[in-house]
């Protein structure tokens, strides 16, 4: 929402003591949570009912402050995570002169993520060389590393120095998993693919010029196959599929579907889905899935790559939720923001398991998706602008602005812009002007905040506004004044 005073995320460097407890730590939830996802909350991860909510609250502010510490870090930034019972927020970075920062503690490390993920980028590489006891790797930015996981700790190792990778960045753990995709199964809502395999609806979406639809696993069905609904009635088509290298796909669906901003909790009821901000790592996590209902964990690991029979799937994340066959496609929803849809996993929910889903925000960047959320009204703030202008953003999308088009101001004078955005995001606003050939920026605002206001003296000629979502997505409203 809009606020009267706007504060950037701002880092404080000096030599405060690092055993400070951030604000974090004692926030109050701010909505209240279903009681069937504390229940499930307390049930797999062995809490309390007043941990569950403290835990959901600190972890959701979580999600707010560690894009904008990323941001600001820069270089310097080597990941975020949270830890403990209250779900305490962790800032890694590589300056040794840092020692706190606004809503997080600091953790000093070696190896900046850019260098991580740089070197699991080498494994990504040589994926198809990759033996089949080393099926997983990530960037682990609780330990400053690379982790492959593999039953051949030898042949992993050997892999690794075929790659090219950075051995410094790369360690290798003992594991016995052997992940496989939930295929031709139900997941979530139930769907049917052609003359009778099943899968999952993940989240409902938005696209223009389309019935709208859903996301689901790229292994449930390739495009141009058709769906049928749980009531066994035609339900639409697959627009896009990717699988393997991703596992995603998008459903559009006919005139007799109605795509709405929830997802079926099963024992926990029915969930409202407000935004897609991806939870740190460590944060809690739950599943929904028709095989075995609602089930939670926590992450452990984001951009992982996992190899299965049919080849390798990169940026993943790595969850302990466990799920069996039948789960595909399901919907991972961490308090009340979409996370992604069930690609495979090992294990069970009997002795438990590892499972990995595709994040949500991939999927909708790569076809131009939006998220259907709960809450569709956009704010109501910059209202004493003379022109208002309404849009909706999923996260790292763009929207220009007026109407995807642009004005012409024929005399000089000020233009001012003012965005405000949902709670939770961090959206920017950029002005831009015709140079002659192409679109120049002359001014912005990008803090760290849903809400952005800029002011520019500027000559003649024709300008717009481009709308950027750094992370998190929902409705916006834009107040706009013309010289």
Not at 60 to 88: D, H, I, Y
Not at 252 to 269: I, K, L, M, R
Request: proline share 5%; with cysteine.
């Amino acid at each position: 929402m809009l606020r009267r005073t706007r504060a950037l995320i701002a880092i404080a460097i000096g030599a405060l003591a690092l055993s400070s407890t951030p604000a974090i730590a004692s926030a109050p939830a701010e909505t209240n949570p279903p009681k069937g996802l504390l229940e499930a909350m307390q049930r797999d991860l062995g809490l309390t009912q007043e941990q569950a909510v403290k835990r959901l609250a600190n972890e959701q502010r979580a999600a707010q402050t560690a894009p904008g510490l990323a941001k600001n870090l820069g270089g310097e930034f080597a990941g975020s995570w949270v830890e403990g019972p209250e779900s305490t927020l962790i800032v890694a970075t590589t300056n040794a002169s840092r020692r706190r920062v606004a809503g997080a503690q600091v953790k000093v490390v070696a190896h900046s993520l850019a260098q991580l993920e740089a070197g699991k980028q080498a494994l990504d590489k040589a994926a198809s060389s990759a033996p089949k006891t080393a099926p997983v790797w990530y960037v682990d930015v609780r330990t400053n590393s690379v982790v492959v996981l593999s039953s051949n700790p030898a042949e992993a190792e050997a892999f690794v120095g075929a790659s090219g990778a950075d051995k410094a960045l790369v360690r290798v753990e003992q594991s016995g998993e052997q992940p496989v995709p939930y295929a031709d199964v139900r997941g979530g809502d139930a769907y049917y693919i052609g003359s009778g395999s099943r899968c999952s609806v993940g989240f409902s979406v938005t696209k223009p010029g389309t019935n709208g639809g859903f996301v689901t696993a790229g292994h449930c069905g390739s495009t141009g196959a058709t769906t049928r609904g749980a009531n066994q009635q035609a339900q639409g088509t697959f627009r896009g599929s990717s699988f393997p290298g991703n596992d995603y796909a998008w459903v559009e669906v006919n005139s007799s579907w109605t795509p709405v901003g929830v997802v079926n909790g099963y024992s926990a009821g029915i969930i409202p889905v407000n935004g897609s901000t991806v939870a740190p790592v460590g944060s809690s996590i739950c599943r929904a899935g028709s095989t075995t209902g609602w089930h939670c964990g926590t992450v452990q690991q984001l951009n992982t790559s996992v190899t299965y029979s049919q080849g390798t799937v990169y940026e993943v994340t790595r969850t302990s939720v466990c799920a069996e066959p039948g789960d595909s496609g399901g919907s991972y929803i961490s308090g009340n923001q979409a996370q992604g849809v069930t690609s495979g996993g090992s294990g069970n929910c009997s002795s438990g398991g590892t499972t990995y889903f595709q994040p949500v925000n991939e999927i909708l960047s790569v076809y131009g998706l939006t998220l259907v959320t709960g809450g569709g009204n956009p704010p109501t703030g910059c209202q004493n602008y003379r022109e208002i202008y309404n849009g909706s953003l999923s996260n790292g999308q763009n929207q220009y602005q007026p109407n995807n088009s642009y004005y012409q101001s024929t005399v000089s004078g000020t233009h001012a812009g003012c965005l405000d955005g949902p709670s939770g995001v961090d959206f920017d606003l950029y002005l831009e002007k015709w140079n002659g050939s192409s679109w120049a920026q002359v001014a912005k605002s990008d803090s760290a905040n849903p809400d952005e206001s800029i002011s520019y003296n500027g000559t003649a000629g024709y300008y717009r506004y481009r709308v950027n979502s750094y992370s998190g997505s929902g409705s916006y409203t834009l107040g706009v004044n013309r010289p």
